[in-house]
């Protein structure tokens, strides 16, 4: 089945740093969504890309699909943004398959 | 608009009690999901519904049920609880169709056995 890497696994920034966090997938996709999942285990969605580059605000995502990887970036990081932040991708039934997530701490 | 809603909130039981958790979504989505987190680890799919009337076993089906009630609601049923199943366990709905598939998270139910 198909496999879904993040990196860096942990990634400790101060306030107003900025980050990239990468999702690498082992075949090919027809999309693509990041998560973030609060200190409070909420699962929040932040992007559904299945290729190309969209922006919310601070973050934006890219999905290169032919080389099989997506990069969410995380601009002036706040105290808000700590979490760990998931990306998934759909197997050949249309079922997610989740990474195991990059956890972010921001410090003040 | 409410999402998906998750009932109840948080769970403790005793080995081999059963127990239902109730999800409802008010998106009229027709796919919905059953997953569980355990501590460090993304989800996994444990059972999911296409389609009213339609469920199919995910990644880890053993020891649960569930039932499609209706397009709106998709419990899922612990029969003889154990330790292993203590988990966090989400529910998630879309709309199914190609090419617009994004999933919907509820707010998850914390489940504890003893």
């Known amino acids: 089945g198909i496999q879904v890497e993040q990196s860096p696994p942990d990634l400790i920034l101060q306030e107003g740093a900025n980050s990239t966090l990468r999702c690498n997938f082992s075949d090919s996709v027809n999309n693509l969504q990041w998560f973030h999942q609060n200190p409070w285990g909420q699962l929040i969605n932040l992007f559904y890309i299945p290729s190309g580059t969209k922006q919310n605000g601070r973050l934006s995502a890219t999905t290169v699909a032919t080389e099989r990887y997506s990069l969410l970036y995380i601009s002036s990081s706040q105290t808000t943004d700590s979490g760990v932040y998931f990306c998934a991708v759909p197997d050949n039934t249309d079922k997610l398959i989740f990474g195991t997530g990059t956890r972010l701490q921001v410090f003040p | ?114």
């Open chain 2, 1 to 114: 608009n409410a999402g998906v809603t998750q009932t109840p909130k948080f769970q403790v039981l005793k080995t081999g009690q059963s127990m239902t958790l109730q999800c409802a979504q008010d998106m009229n989505h027709n796919s919905m999901y059953w997953y569980r987190q355990d501590p460090g680890m993304g989800l996994r799919l444990i059972y999911y519904s296409a389609s009213e009337g339609t469920t199919d076993k995910g990644e880890v089906p053993n020891g649960y049920n569930v039932s499609r009630l209706n397009k709106r609601e998709f419990s899922l049923r612990l029969e003889s609880a154990a330790p292993s199943q203590t988990s966090v366990y989400f529910c998630a709905s879309s709309h199914g169709t190609s090419g617009n598939n994004e999933q919907f998270f509820g707010p998850g139910t914390r489940l504890t056995v003893l």
